[in-house]
């Protein structure tokens, strides 16, 4: 498992400081929430902007961020007790159908994150028969990559997956070890800065929502049922985040995030990136919540992966998915 970076954050209610009369306040402790995260903006952009701007601090919750490369050492991190939440993409869909977590709150779908890049000897999608495509298997971008070829008459059987972390696969295609890669992005910003002759084949945009991918945040099981009141925070927090991220003042609030925790990528770069997900305002995620929606987006990405990992006994996306959390936090 790998830990990239620890970021405590503090929680301010703790200090004591003095009321309107001049007397000491008393000091209020925070809730403290491990939370395991990858570091790309459909995963962490309202989690940053809510810490920043004090969304999650007006919630009581002081949050210690984990940062993890996919989201499979997330679940085995939080599985193992070391995580209480966390924040991820298409695998949310993966282990809670094992039975392995309680998924509560979507963050996005994620319309053209996942890419396909290919090199020069790649005309079309035919010309991948028989090649090798490196990704990271069981992820984001292996959904799609299987969504993508099924759509374009290539059985997955018919090429050659290379399974990598994300930055070895991306590694492995700018050397010319691969012919293509289905990546997720920011990865993206290094393919273009680094491979020459490349282009991007298509994008999971083409297959929405047909083949919609959620991504979102699931909990152990003992700490869901044991503090539906924290991760009830948590939604509260997210939403006055997540509303302010893609409210009128987006533009903003995107170039705050780009600096404070993408400052390697160049805002352009970001923005685009950005854009590469699809966000709704709570009050439309409350009706897709309650209208089955959301549930049905992850039901379709749980049966890929029950079929690619042979689940036995799938835990159904109606049951290891609360809505009823969400909409009885978010009042309309």
Not at 57 to 85: R, Y
Not at 171 to 197: C, E, M, N, R
Not at 276 to 291: N, Q
Request: charged letters at 20%.
């Amino acid at each position: 498992m790998s830990l990239k970076r620890r970021t405590f954050l503090q929680g301010a209610g703790a200090v004591a400081g003095l009321s309107v009369l001049g007397a000491p306040a008393i000091a209020q402790s925070k809730t403290k929430v491990k939370v395991g995260y990858l570091h790309t903006p459909a995963v962490d952009g309202q989690i940053w902007t809510g810490i920043n701007n004090g969304s999650f601090g007006k919630q009581g919750l002081d949050l210690e961020m984990i940062q993890f490369t996919t989201g499979l050492e997330l679940f085995q991190a939080m599985i193992g007790g070391s995580l209480d939440v966390l924040a991820t993409g298409a695998v949310i869909s993966n282990f809670p159908a094992r039975g392995q977590g309680k998924a509560f709150l979507i963050n996005n779908v994620e319309f053209a994150t996942a890419q396909l890049w290919v090199n020069e000897s790649i005309k079309s999608f035919a010309d991948l028969k028989g090649k090798k495509i490196s990704t990271t298997t069981g992820t984001t971008a292996h959904v799609f990559l299987d969504n993508a070829l099924r759509a374009n008459k290539i059985d997955p059987n018919d090429v050659e997956i290379v399974n990598q972390r994300m930055a070895e696969a991306v590694t492995s295609f700018i050397s010319g070890a691969v012919p293509a890669v289905a990546l997720w992005v920011p990865f993206d910003v290094t393919v273009k800065a680094k491979a020459k002759g490349v282009r991007k084949l298509v994008d999971a945009s083409a297959y929405y929502p047909q083949a919609a991918i959620v991504g979102g945040w699931a909990a152990r099981n003992d700490y869901y049922d044991k503090n539906r009141e924290t991760c009830q925070k948590i939604i509260r927090g997210w939403q006055e985040a997540n509303d302010y991220l893609i409210g009128p003042k987006s533009a903003e609030a995107v170039a705050a995030l780009q600096k404070s925790q993408y400052p390697q990528v160049p805002l352009p770069d970001f923005q685009e990136q950005f854009k590469a997900s699809r966000y709704f305002g709570s009050v439309e995620w409350r009706k897709l919540y309650a209208d089955g929606t959301v549930t049905k987006w992850l039901q379709q990405v749980s049966d890929f992966f029950v079929k690619f990992g042979k689940i036995q006994n799938a835990v159904p996306a109606n049951q290891y998915f609360d809505p009823k959390l969400f909409i009885e936090t978010i009042k309309v």
